[in-house]
Every structure is written in structure tokens, then in C-alpha cells.
């Protein structure tokens, strides 16, 4: 998975319209040209002034980064290198769920940075339960821990009919709670889910019947 150049020229110029952020356009510029080295300390200059910021100015930022980054199609660290993770985007995520502890939205965005590339490798799951102890009905919130559950039991089905990498039974669960979740989604979401719920559903069910043949 390469760079997606035009995609990088796109954030240097949106980056840009941003008062004050013009250290992280240069970032994106010099990505776009091939110049990682240029690139890391035009970050560098622009994280020393960010992270000083008031926290709802932080958040504004975090927040772009990551639809920015759930956007793109290429390795992950072009929008958010380690650095930027580490030093600003984490701390200020974390920064804003304690000074919001009724807000669902930085424990989602916690959970939606927190895999990909080589960022951060936490599960998103207990972000996303703890985002759903704040507001149950939270339908990103919702959204994602479905989607999160069917990644795990996608790589615990991948090697099926051979071999089963999980516990079905446990998968099991996890699907008929997936499924109680699709409840208040919307309509595209649900039709996109719910074949995807059935049928590991019935792969989970298969496995098991075949050891209780063997």
C-alpha cells in the first residue's frame, strides 16, 4: 500500500485554510514531493507550537486528522505519522475524554485511531464499550463496535473449513450481540451488516456441528 500523492496535495492545500496550521500543510507538502526528512521537521516545528494549544483548538485538529485519515486509501502514516500520534493526537484524545466523561465521541475516535499502520496497536473494542456506557444508543459508536466485531471473527473464520482460529461458541455470542446493535441504525447500514452478521452466524454453526460429528 503506496502513497496516494493527489490525496496528500488535498490535505496541504485544506491544511492550509486553517489559521495556524500552516506548519502541517508544509508536512503534507513535503510528503507529496517525496521529502520524508522535510517533511518530519516541518512537523516537529508545527507539533512544538500545537501541543500548547487550548484543548478545544486541539480537538478540532485531532478530529479533521482522523476523518482524514479514515478517508484515505493509503498507508496510514502518511496522515498521521507516529509522531503526530504519540505527542498530540493521543494525549489530546485522552485529554478530552476526561474533561468530558458524558461525551461518547473521544472514546470513538480513541478506538478509530488506535489501529492501522504502525500508531498505536490497541484493540478498539473497549473504547467503543466504554463509549456505549456513556450513551447507549451513541449509532457511531454502535456502528463501529459491529464492524469491530465482525473484523475479529472475519480472521477467526479465515481459514475455515480447515480450521477455525477462535472460539465459535464465544463468536457466537458476539454475533447475537452485534446484531441487537443494528437496532436505531440506519437503513444502508443495516442491510450491509446484517447479511455479513448471518453469515458468520452460519459459519460459526457449521464449524461447530462438525466437531460434534467428529
Known amino acids: 500500500m503506496g502513497f496516494d500523492l493527489g490525496y496528500l496535495r488535498e490535505l496541504a492545500e485544506d491544511a492550509l485554510e486553517h489559521p495556524g496550521w500552516s506548519g502541517l500543510s508544509d508536512y503534507f507538502r513535503f510528503r507529496h514531493q517525496g521529502l520524508r526528512r522535510e517533511a518530519l521537521e516541518a512537523l516537529d516545528v508545527f507539533m512544538a507550537g500545537a501541543v500548547t494549544w487550548p484543548l478545544a483548538q486541539r480537538v478540532?485538529?485531532?478530529?479533521?486528522?482522523?476523518?482524514?485519515?479514515?478517508?484515505?486509501?493509503?498507508?496510514?502514516?502518511?496522515?498521521?505519522?507516529?509522531?503526530?500520534?504519540?505527542?498530540?493526537?493521543?494525549?489530546?484524545?485522552?485529554?478530552?475524554?476526561?474533561?468530558?466523561?458524558?461525551?461518547?465521541?473521544?472514546?470513538?475516535?480513541?478506538?478509530?485511531?488506535?489501529?492501522?499502520?504502525?500508531?498505536?496497536?490497541?484493540?478498539?473494542?473497549?473504547?467503543?464499550?466504554?463509549?456505549?456506557?456513556?450513551?447507549?444508543?451513541?449509532?457511531?459508536?454502535?456502528?463501529?463496535?459491529?464492524?469491530?466485531?465482525l473484523a475479529d471473527i472475519a480472521f477467526h473464520?479465515?481459514?475455515?473449513?480447515?480450521?477455525?482460529?477462535?472460539?465459535?461458541?464465544?463468536?457466537?455470542?458476539?454475533?447475537?450481540?452485534?446484531r441487537g446493535l443494528l437496532a436505531g441504525l440506519d437503513d444502508d447500514s443495516v442491510a450491509d451488516l446484517a447479511p455479513r452478521i448471518a453469515w458468520a452466524r452460519s459459519e460459526a454453526l457449521a464449524w461447530l456441528e462438525r466437531e460434534a460429528a467428529v
Open 157 to 178: 473464520q479465515h481459514e475455515l473449513p480447515d480450521a477455525y482460529l477462535g472460539d465459535a461458541r464465544a463468536d457466537l455470542a458476539a454475533l447475537g450481540e452485534a
Open 60 to 149: 478540532t485538529l485531532v478530529v479533521w486528522i482522523g476523518e482524514k485519515r479514515m478517508a484515505y486509501r493509503g498507508q496510514p502514516e502518511a496522515v498521521l505519522p507516529v509522531p503526530l500520534f504519540r505527542l498530540l493526537v493521543r494525549p489530546t484524545l485522552e485529554e478530552w475524554v476526561a474533561a468530558k466523561p458524558f461525551d461518547p465521541w473521544p472514546l470513538v475516535w480513541l478506538a478509530r485511531l488506535s489501529s492501522g499502520g504502525s500508531t498505536w496497536h490497541a484493540p478498539p473494542q473497549p473504547f467503543l464499550r466504554e463509549a456505549l456506557e456513556r450513551d447507549p444508543l451513541f449509532a457511531p459508536a454502535r456502528l463501529d463496535l459491529v464492524a469491530a466485531v
